[in-house]
């Protein structure tokens, strides 16, 4: 407080505080919110509590797009980020569109135990990709930078990234809570959704195209971040229930919440150690992930 009222400020004090603390903290609120709204929309879309991007394989589909821009160091007049978020945009989309490919049945249903089952076969595929990229085509130096950054971790944000995210949070608020009625109606099923008048299969596509954009600039900037968009959905509609103008924003909210408390986490638990994030969050996120599994067993 006293460096934000101008008082006992120092050089060194103002490049801690707002050249490295307050960009993390602000890129660490935007990828929580993102990621915490893409899980409950697609949770929505596909009828699966169990769907989150790291789960469906897109984030891992998204690093594949990722690393290989920084391991193959592609020369462009475009700015290396950018690469990377394109790059991690195709690939999230191919990724999405092959679990979907396997998972989808006959009848156009998608099955919560062959979609995650699905998620879980891209996940690997796109793992090993990640894997052969770094061996086989990097560089010392930058295999082990992308090998640091497939962990997750909001270390290397700077102002101009932070923005950028922040900014991808604020239309993603926008658009998801505007459209809430659209999503309650996905929620009764396809039938009911198109007896209100909604074009089902162009509109499930809008928002799944959205959801793998929004993972993809996730990914560019911080690396792959698991459970987040798992967890926090799930949690939130045990309070609040399923109506989306309510869900969105408080998942929103607590997935900022959990990822700055898991970044706070992994600062402090080790100092000087360098925990990455996603650590933290598949510690607090994969006990939720057994819970529901077991849930789901039962109910079959």
Not at 38 to 56: H, I
Not at 248 to 268: E, F, K
Request: include cysteine.
């Amino acid at each position: 407080m006293r460096l934000i009222a101008g008082a006992g400020v120092t050089p060194l004090n103002d490049e801690i505080v707002w050249q490295m603390r307050a960009p993390r903290v602000l890129g660490s609120i935007a990828v929580g919110a993102l990621l915490a709204l893409s899980g409950a929309v697609l949770q929505t879309l596909t009828g699966n509590e169990l769907a989150d991007p790291y789960l469906l394989g897109i984030s891992s589909g998204a690093s594949v797009g990722a690393v290989a821009v920084l391991v193959i160091g592609i020369n462009s007049a475009l700015s290396q980020t950018l690469l990377m978020t394109l790059a991690s945009f195709i690939g999230a989309v191919a990724a999405l569109v092959l679990v979907l490919a396997m998972a989808t049945g006959r009848s156009g249903a998608l099955p919560a135990g062959r979609t995650i089952l699905a998620g879980v076969a891209v996940g690997q595929l796109c793992s090993a990709g990640v894997n052969l990229l770094i061996m086989v085509v990097g560089q010392r130096d930058t295999a082990r930078m992308a090998l640091a950054w497939t962990l997750g971790a909001f270390t290397g944000l700077n102002w101009g990234s932070a923005v950028t995210l922040a900014a991808t949070a604020v239309v993603a608020l926008a658009v998801c809570p505007a459209n809430a009625r659209m999503l309650d109606a996905f929620a009764f099923g396809d039938v009911s959704a198109a007896s209100l008048g909604i074009a089902v299969i162009p509109v499930r596509w809008a928002f799944l195209v959205g959801t793998a954009l929004v993972t993809a600039v996730c990914v560019a900037f911080v690396g792959p971040i698991g459970f987040v968009g798992l967890t926090v959905p799930h949690i939130v509609r045990l309070l609040v229930g399923p109506r989306h103008a309510g869900l969105l924003p408080l998942s929103a909210l607590s997935g900022a919440l959990l990822t700055v408390r898991s970044d706070t986490a992994a600062r402090t638990l080790a100092p000087g150690s360098k925990i990455p994030v996603g650590v933290i969050t598949a510690a607090v996120g994969a006990p939720v992930l057994v819970v529901l599994l077991r849930r789901e067993a039962r109910h079959s």
